[in-house]
């Protein structure tokens, strides 16, 4: 049986033994698109930031798909970008649930990275709760 309430200020779900937080979905995606622009993104011998800066200074807003693993635009990614988003992918259900999320209560998960302006993370829950956390960089 699901329900849904109130302890101690923090928003569960119950199934089971389960707790899912959805409180914890917008720090888990700011942690998550964060790390993926910081330095320690050193794939190949380039830092991928280095690479998103150089497709935004062609005025080409980015956009990732963590869910579908899709890089847009598509004729802009580079190999060590894509190789980047494999590992980060790879990784993403154990990211989330050491933060008490579960990724199936995730309908999208995306990344935006306008040419113009800062980026952010951009989640929709399976309430159809948004969450929009902008990232530094």
């Known amino acids: 049986m699901r329900f849904s309430g109130f302890i101690t200020g923090r928003e569960v779900v119950s199934e089971g033994t389960e707790d899912v937080k959805y409180k914890n979905i917008r720090s888990a995606i700011h ?76 309908e999208a998960l995306k990344l935006f990275y306008p040419a113009r302006g800062r980026g952010y993370m951009w989640a929709k829950d399976d309430r159809g709760k948004e969450y929009k956390i902008y990232i530094s960089r």
Do not use: C
Not at 45 to 54: A, M, R
Not at 58 to 66: L, P, R, S
Not at 72 to 77: G, L, N, T
């Open 31 to 106: 942690n998550f698109g964060h790390s993926f622009v910081s330095l320690m993104n050193y794939v190949d011998g380039v830092y991928v930031i280095d690479e998103l800066f150089d497709i935004r200074a062609q005025e080409h807003d980015i956009e990732i798909d963590w869910l579908k693993n899709t890089f847009a635009p598509e004729s802009k990614v580079t190999p060590p970008i894509k190789k980047s988003m494999e590992y980060w992918r790879a990784d993403l259900e154990r990211h989330l649930a050491s933060q008490q999320v579960e990724m199936n209560r995730l």
